[in-house]
């Protein structure tokens, strides 16, 4: 089960990697940006070392590390749902009315 949770970690840090974005694209604050994958990638290591060494205090600090990295996760996405721009929508074309008014005629 440790090489099992080691390779979803893996694959979870490799599928949220860094991201490119265009200068002043985020307003997030700078502490929950770098954080987030900083902490992430301090308790993957951590658990690591816990798969290679099967100490049981690391196996609780990894997962103390995950517990706040979630929590950094899901505060970057509540912040950013809340200020995502809304969608937009195509215009609604309007079907123009085949009837002349009687005030139009043609010469």
Excluded: E, K, Y
Aim: charged share 15%; aromatic share 8%.
């Amino acid at each position: 089960m440790r090489v099992v949770a080691l390779i979803s970690w893996i694959v979870t840090a490799l599928a949220g990697g860094p991201r490119r974005q265009g200068a002043g694209a985020t307003r997030f604050p700078p502490p929950l940006i770098f954080g987030h994958p900083l902490l992430a990638a301090t308790g993957l290591i951590i658990w690591i070392i816990h798969v290679a060494t099967d100490t049981d205090v690391l196996r609780w600090v990894a997962f103390a590390i995950l517990l706040v990295v979630a929590a950094l996760g899901f505060t970057m996405a509540r912040l950013w749902g809340r200020n995502a721009p809304p969608p937009r929508r195509p215009p609604v074309s309007r079907p123009r009315s085949s009837r002349l008014s009687s005030t139009s005629r043609c010469p």
